[in-house]
């Protein structure tokens, strides 16, 4: 299949990309460097060493003897460039990955609230205005997130792949409906996505798009097959206080003699993927689309579900690390349960990359080889979900 | 009370401010002219002569002795000017009518359908984000459009205000859940809506921030009060496929002998409601704003529901106008019910102004009085949902 891969160049796009094109399809990647440039904004890098994307391509070829295309463009704002590269590439599949993707960062200040909404949504519906006008009809996926759904709406009833079954009184009788789930999203990050679900089902129904909306979990892990095979391909390590998340983060916390740091009491239950199940999700995705005329299909992209300080005690016993409980800058639950729904891609063949000893030792191993690259002043978490709500001061010297 | 009317120079935005203003508020109005560079776009005018917006609010200081103030602002894309007038200003309440409206103008074309989203989905995040940025604590009330609901979803139930009750079947046994009423836009315009609900939601619950939707149905009639005072505060009356609403655009074709306009069979049932009702909700709605830490307040701004043929078939009889049913340019339901609940602004005062053959004449007099500025060849809606749609060719000489 021909591929593009939207945000290609980021901690999903990279190894979907490579995974995509190892599997035998001609992948070109679109992506305007934006994750990168948010770090130099940040005044942070990847834990891991990133070579440049001509470089990561060069080196992609050496390894694999296979071609993956390159096109810096901004999809938010160059609608015209996106038009002219779908109507050459003549893509039968794209991912969409091209979203401003941290909840921290997405409440940071002001002008990341208005840069998340913008550079997201306008992504989104560009592309489904593309799609519509050039008639290219492609298999498209996207990256959702769980966060869609929100944290203890539904009790202890698992929360379904995307739509719900309700039933409601009318004057005829109790009518069933089968609706999209409510969104309860918590962050300007999560609301995007939410609003994306509303345009991909206007585009879907309106235009006959084909299109499938992943609601991914927390991913962990760095490394898939392909990013190893060179430590030019390897892939992003975030462990900032905006774009770490949970597991990444204790794992190199562990790596550098930095306490745990867990947000309030640690009660938030959240749904986990590794790296690898990532990117083989989105290829069974693409291979089992919607077809035209059907509603958006969804799939909980997700494989386990833990609670934060479960998992930061497993690590704590796994490294001697401490845990620190500091104040959570999250306006959320304290404590939630979680129970997902994930069958359709057990259903279609995934086999689940599991949370292990092994896994946790190979991931800390990696924390481990480039703790030398951290800056501890980054660590703590400082984005808060409201003016005036507490932080922690730095835990170590750097 | 201190009101900025975002907005204030359009078809509802305009007689708001004046009604505002009649009442004792302090009004300012925030717009960039947009409607009027439409209008240039379009190569159409509305059929009665507006005047600049200088020249109008001079005559209603005129006539009234009271001021009413204007800035220039794109609030979709000067954030820093929006926060320095809301500092400013200080407002206690803000109404919000800065958005496209036009469904068939937002499916238009490529272009129309990106700026509908870009320019409605910022201008409401900027809205918001300034708010909380600045503390300002105003009562927002937003038009929203009975659109959002779409139609037929709820059998012959009637389509509740914003927030319908379910039932879902969990391991602990049935659940009743309140969620916002299922979005089923039929237009790129009425997605931005549904869009909008969201983004209310979220700073609502994160925020704090006063919210109230209003989710209008299809406003007829020309004038109110404030506007008939003088000819030089006379409000828009759009005819053209793109702009014009159903019943008066069956009016102004009455008024120069075209054929009432009739998509399809005519058997979508629409709600309706007098711009005289639109002034008075409004000032309800700031009347009885949520209280900090609210969800979203939503009420349905209707005050009657018809089926298009059985209006078409009004007006044929009292002006002996023919009747064409022509193809119809949207992608919807042939034939729909239509219940709404109202019971909000009804028990907050509302006395409903109805349908009746006095108002019918009377924004048929006006209709009349400026017909010599029609232009025929913009009357027919050519504005497709779908590439290829068949569309009626002028069925009379200019």
Redesign the interface.
Known sequence: MRVLVLGGDGFCGWPTSLYLSDKGHDVTILDNLSRRKIDVELEVESLTPIKPIGERLRAWKEVSGREVGFVNLDIATE?DRLVTVLQDKQPEAIVHFAEQRAAPYSMRN?AT??YT??NN??AT??LL??L??TGIDAALAHLGTMGVYGYG?????PIPEGY?????????GE?E?E??H??N?GS?YH?TK??DQ??F??YAK??GLRITDLHQGIVWGTQTDQTARDDRLINRFDYDGDYGTVLNRFLMQAAVGHPLTVHGTGGQTRAFIHIRDTVRCVQIALENPPKRGDKVKVFNQVTETYRVRDLAELLAKLTDATIANLPNPR?EAVENELNVSRDKFLSLGLNPTLLSEGLLEEARDIAFKYRDRADTTKIIARSV??EGMETSPDLVDN
């Open positions: 609608y002001t609230k208005r909404v913008d949504i306008r519906h560009n205005v593309a519509a006008d709406w539904s009790g202890s009833a719900l079954t309700v039933r409601l009184t009318t004057p005829d009518l409906r609706i999209l409510p969104a999203p300007v609301m939410t609003l509303l345009l089902s206007f309106n235009d306006r979900w409201r």
